[in-house]
């Protein structure tokens, strides 16, 4: 009888997976100026949907739409997808002043192509004039089950860099 029920679960999740698929992804990237803790981060999540379009995104408390830094346009039969602008963030870690830029992830221009419904962020981190990160991938690729950057620390006294990844299954 348990293995009837995986069996069950198995494909129904198999045969609801398409629908997801082609549904519009939103990426929610937070960003945290911890001085106190004297570290940065950036947390990488992400809804489908109303769900993703209906979250309360705000600059104020520190979450980003990157469908916000692009923009949709009409070409005869076809939606293209560009970029058009970054985020830049300042935090002052150990005496240190940190700039994050944070660039959308672009897996298909083509907005009703494979993938064109998805986007990522790319990340690049400086202390000062020294590069620490520089267009990090969130996502590689839009599909698959390649590793997904769930999350980024920057410590400000060693300026270390830690990413926090995990499998594609395990982030969606």
Not at 2 to 20: G, R, S
Not at 115 to 131: E, I, P, Q, R, T
Request: with cysteine; net charge positive; hydrophobic share 40%.
């Amino acid at each position: 009888m348990k293995l009837l029920a995986k069996i069950a679960l198995f494909l129904i999740c198999i045969l609801q997976m398409p629908l997801a698929w082609s549904e519009r992804t939103y990426p929610i990237i937070t960003y945290t100026c911890d001085s106190k803790d004297d570290v940065l981060k950036i947390k990488n999540e992400v809804k489908w949907g109303e769900a993703g379009k209906n979250f309360a995104f705000s600059a104020k408390n520190g979450t980003y739409n990157p469908w916000q830094w692009v923009e949709i346009v009409d070409r005869n039969d076809r939606k293209l997808v560009r970029q058009t602008k970054s985020i830049e963030l300042n935090c002052k870690l150990s005496g240190i002043v940190y700039r994050v830029v944070l660039e959308p992830r672009l897996f298909n221009p083509d907005f009703n192509g494979m993938c064109g419904k998805k986007l990522s962020v790319k990340v690049s981190v400086y202390a000062g004039n020294d590069v620490l990160l520089k267009s990090k991938e969130m996502e590689r690729f839009c599909r698959g089950n390649t590793k997904v950057i769930r999350g980024i620390k920057v410590y400000g006294k060693t300026r270390r860099v830690k990413l926090y990844e995990v499998p594609r299954h395990k982030f969606y």
